[in-house]
């Protein structure tokens, strides 16, 4: 039970953070024809090995749920791209010392940031349809990321961008 509690409490802390995704499909895609799946075999995620490996399975754990099983011949194959960037500082405190006098003016001022600038990792995960050889459907999430993390917290994060992604998946008409 308390492990549970732990668990919850973690991932109601990490789910605060914003994950936004976008979302692109083939609209003459019919998605019931897609029952089985594969990743490609030289993905480079760019995830490290254990993130790789927690993301991976949180994603076969949800495509599961949703009826689709992993398949040696798959109907598709699974793409997944991350990229981490600094995002610039939003705030900062302005310092202004100025004088006047006798028809002359001066000033001076500088921008102080506050906090400090945010890094922000990016994921996307491409459906491949590869006897037509397209793409039919994908996902693009932007979440906030820190490398220290535990692994526990990792773990709640990756879960929480796997729930977001899928969230939309099959598209509604």
Known sequence: MKKVLIIALIF????????KVNYDYDKETNFDNYKTYNYYGDMKTGLSELDTKRFLEGIDAKLETLGITYSETPDFFID????????SQ????????????SNMGGGISF???????????QITIDFVDENL?????QAVSESSYSPNRIPKEREAQ?????????SQYPPKP
């Open 80 to 87: 997944i791209k991350s990229t981490a960037f600094q995002s």
């Open 158 to 166: 990756l879960t929480a961008i796997v729930e977001k992604i899928f």
């Open 111 to 121: 921008g102080i940031p506050i906090g400090q600038s945010n890094i922000t990792r």
């Open 12 to 19: 109601g802390i990490v789910s605060c953070a914003p994950i």
């Open 133 to 137: 050889k397209q793409l039919f459907w």
């Open 90 to 101: 939003q705030s900062s405190m302005g310092v202004g010392v100025g004088g006047s006098g």
